[in-house]
């Protein structure tokens, strides 16, 4: 939950959303159309915005560590997918990161060394981050919502509906990049904050659990 609320705070706070960048060139735009959007003043709170969204990744790291260690006692399947979940969600991490460093790193570039050539430059590498971080997004919902799904660790319509988030962010990695965030990825937001409230609310089922004896 702290995770999102800080990601959200960070985009939004610091300027650094879709919405507050204003239109992003397509992939045929031309070189003066990208290095006029590359160009433009850095956000005011753009540093503030970074540095809470890479303290809102400290727990998006707890959620994946906690669920795996509740998807243990929940049967052996459970548990490898939750790991598979766990792997997608640090490249998803890393990814999303790096995206975020190349857009500080064209901020701090703003207004008195920025040459095109380093906009056109940091406009590419931004495209060829953005479907790889969609990617990762589905390498960490699919198997964890597969986990959720069969060892019962969220009610089974949050489990499918995990899997179908998944499977749209994996459909947009496939896409061209045309943005920087689909409605795939703010429903995968609104996943974890739901999945969040209900593992702390839920208890949870232990499929494979052993009878006791007495």
Do not use: C
Request: no cysteine; aromatic share 10%.
């Amino acid at each position: 939950m702290i995770f999102v609320v800080l990601a959200l705070a960070g985009l939004f706070g610091g300027g650094l959303g879709q919405s507050s960048t204003g239109s992003r060139p397509g992939l045929d735009a031309s070189t003066e159309q990208v290095v006029a959007f590359m160009s433009r003043p850095a956000p005011a709170n753009g540093g503030l915005g970074f540095a809470l969204i890479l303290t809102a990744y400290l727990f998006l790291f707890l959620f994946g560590a906690r669920f795996w260690a509740i998807s243990r006692n929940a049967g052996e399947q459970a548990g490898w997918l939750s790991i598979a979940g766990l792997g997608g969600l640090v490249l998803y991490a890393a990814a999303d990161i790096t995206r975020f460093m190349v857009s500080d790193a064209r901020n701090l570039a703003v207004g008195h060394h920025l040459q095109p050539a380093e906009g056109v430059a940091f406009f590419d590498i931004s495209n060829a981050l953005t479907p790889m971080t969609w990617a990762a997004l589905a390498m960490f919902l699919i198997p964890t919502a597969l986990a959720a799904v069969r060892g019962r660790l969220l009610p089974p319509w949050l489990g499918w509906a995990g899997l179908v988030i998944g499977l749209g962010n994996l459909l947009w990695a496939w896409l061209p990049p045309g943005g920087t965030s689909t409605p795939a990825e703010d429903a995968a937001l609104l996943w974890i904050l739901v999945a969040s409230i209900v593992l702390l609310v839920r208890p949870v089922v232990r499929v494979n659990a052993k009878p006791t004896s007495g």
